[in-house]
T-cell receptor, first 115, second 109 residues
Framework: NAGVTQTPKFQVLKTGQSMTLQCAQDMNHNSMYWYRQDPGMGLRLIYYSASEGTTDKGEVPNGYNVSRLNKREFSLRLESAAPSQTSVYFC??????????????FGDGTRLSIL | LAKTTQPISMDSYEGQEVNITCSHNNIATNDYITWYQQFPSQGPRFIIQGYKTKVTNEVASLFIPADRKSSTLSLPRVSLSDTAVYYCLVVPNAGKSTFGDGTTLTVKP
């Protein structure tokens, strides 16, 4: 039972390079999220997708794009990487309960360094 | 989005009960309170969620007073493996909740 799978686990990029972080969940969840976590800090929401075909900006969307490819997959793209985007990126998913999203399930993160 | 305030860090000893309080003064009527735990190099993990009064599961208890402007996560008889960062979130109906910086709990032998 994989849960939320993120690839790659580690990546080093040069400034200006582009990259797509992949995320897939096998729990049939409707909602998916992308967060970034800088050292010693909490998670900040980058983008959110309530369902297939919909996306919404979070707290820190600048410099990122997302694609909700299907119900299972939600990718995060850095078009022109900058050193300020060095961080650990977490993907999460949750189902939608009657009144609110159910608790989120997280992947193990992608550690991204931009030189 | 409702903002939460938690202590930055707490220390405890094995076997003690730990209470972490979270302030959320502008919580809305339909918001729930959710707590997550995060170990180093891992994603956060759900601990407990509640709306009002008291909720208990096999891991923790959550106490929420009538005005819901704060909540307290209670961890009974902590062990070294409970050393982690604990996040309090106010979860609105739309699902876009905000993680603060959390509380770093250090359990000492």
């Amino acid at each position: 039972n994989a849960g939320v799978t993120q690839t790659p686990k580690f990546q080093v990029l040069k400034t200006g390079q582009s990259m797509t972080l992949q995320c897939a969940q096998d729990m049939n969840h409707n909602s998916m999220y992308w967060y970034r976590q800088d050292p010693g800090m909490g998670l900040r929401l980058i983008y959110y997708s309530a369902s297939e075909g919909t996306t919404d900006k979070g707290e820190v969307p600048n410099g990122y794009n997302v694609s909700r490819l299907n119900k299972r997959e939600f990718s995060l793209r850095l078009e022109s990487a900058a050193p300020s985007q060095t961080s650990v990126y977490f993907c999460a998913s949750s189902s939608m309960g009657q009144l609110l999203d159910q608790p989120q399930h997280f992947g193990d993160g992608t550690r991204l360094s931009i030189l | 989005l409702a903002k939460t305030t938690q202590p930055i860090s707490m220390d405890s000893y094995e076997g003690q009960e730990v209470n972490i309080t979270c302030s959320h003064n502008n919580i809305a009527t339909n918001d729930y309170i959710t707590w997550y735990q995060q170990f180093p190099s891992q994603g956060p993990r759900f601990i407990i969620q509640g709306y009002k009064t008291k909720v208990t599961n096999e891991v923790a208890s959550l106490f929420i007073p009538a005005d819901r402007k704060s909540s307290t996560l209670s961890l009974p008889r902590v062990s070294l493996s409970d050393t982690a960062v604990y996040y309090c979130l106010v979860v609105p109906n739309a699902g876009k909740s905000t993680f603060g910086d959390g509380t770093t709990l250090t359990v000492k032998p």
